[in-house]
């Protein structure tokens, strides 16, 4: 139940554009170690990123030059409540550049950033502006707005890692990219993102949630994912398979509405059938895309859920063994 709370939690917070839940830099750290190779005389945007308390920010800056970044950015939205007495400039989004060199200062001050003339919101002109000057993008954007921020990432041909609810891979559009190998799952997912920092005002619910010694409040919602359409070496590892179908048939259900079994784990994927098979949605955590094909999401021949005797089971990926061995 304190998970749940937290979860829901966490989705309303990211409801809103400014983020408002932030990566831990540890976190951050695990998963870009293992993709060095692509920053090499690049130009990052973190577009969801205060650079004065980033991390995401902080990790691209204090790693410029180990990187090679040829220019960081990063911009932060400012939601709007303007009145007849406040000053526009106070209110709008703001973004800094940082180039590396001796003379500038690694975390901004508040004299050093820039102000839009608009609110920052990933989808205004001026941060679009700023997108196409970057080659990657990297950041923890509005969970809510995921769809979009994806789609306008592929839009504008980005590279990008970034942090999303393990629910988006069932949403259509993402689930499209991931079977059209266009984007792929990043190393860490689950208990591999180990939290996020949260202001003040938000209640600390679940079993995991705990204040650090530097008394950031931080709870650990454990339902998140890295996305990404950078290659990292984890990506191309081929799953083991021992199990076998032929003599075990009956250890595999199948489907009422569709020509295929059922396979409750990823493990239990038999090493000898190359028909059709349903796996758990976790198995994209795994998927090789020179081992396997996926074929479809949830739906049988009817374009119905999935069945077996008259019930559906959990979600299932459907998909296909490229390397059956007999």
């Not at 308390?53 to 180990?66: G, M, P, Q």
């Not at 990432?153 to 993402?174: P, R």
């Not at 997912?189 to 010694?213: C, M, N, Q, W």
């Not at 590892?237 to 990823?266: F, H, M, P, W």
Request: net charge neutral.
């Amino acid at each position: 139940m304190a998970r749940n709370a937290t979860n829901t939690l966490l989705q309303q917070a990211k409801k809103l554009k400014s983020d408002e839940f932030y990566t831990l830099l540890p976190d951050i750290e695990s998963e870009l170690q293992h993709y060095t190779k692509h920053f090499m005389g690049k130009v990052v945007y973190c577009n969801c990123d205060d650079p004065r308390t980033s991390n995401f920010y902080r990790y691209f800056a204090e790693n410029f030059h180990r990187l090679g970044l040829k220019k960081l950015i990063a911009a932060c939205y400012q939601e709007s409540h303007r009145n007849l007495f406040e000053i526009e400039n106070n209110l709008s989004g703001f973004y800094y550049i940082y180039t590396g060199t001796e003379n500038e200062n690694i975390i901004p001050t508040d004299t050093d950033i820039i102000h839009f003339h608009g609110d920052g919101d990933f989808r205004s002109k001026e941060s679009i502006d700023l997108l196409q000057q970057a080659d990657i993008v990297v950041t923890n954007p509005p969970f809510s707005l995921f769809r979009e921020y994806v789609a306008q990432l592929i839009k504008y041909k980005k590279s990008f890692l970034i942090i999303g609810n393990i629910n988006a891979i069932t949403y259509k559009e993402i689930f499209h990219l991931i079977k059209e190998n266009q984007v792929w799952l990043g190393v860490n997912l689950g208990r591999g993102i180990s939290g996020f920092i949260v202001p003040e005002h938000y209640e600390l619910y679940g079993t995991e949630a705990r204040i650090d010694k530097n008394g950031n409040r931080i709870i650990s919602p454990n339902n998140c994912l890295w996305l990404t359409n950078m290659d990292n070496a984890k990506r191309n590892e081929k799953i083991v398979l021992t199990k076998r179908y032929i003599g075990n048939e009956s250890a595999y259900q199948r489907y009422d509405n569709y020509n295929g079994i059922n396979v409750n784990k990823t493990q239990d994927i038999p090493m000898d059938y190359a028909g059709y098979m349903g796996v758990p949605i976790t198995f994209l955590h795994k998927f090789n895309p020179n081992q396997f094909e996926i074929i479809k999401f949830r739906k049988g021949d009817d374009d119905k859920d999935l069945s077996i005797n008259g019930k559906c089971p959990y979600f299932r990926i459907l998909i296909r063994n490229l390397q059956a061995v007999f």
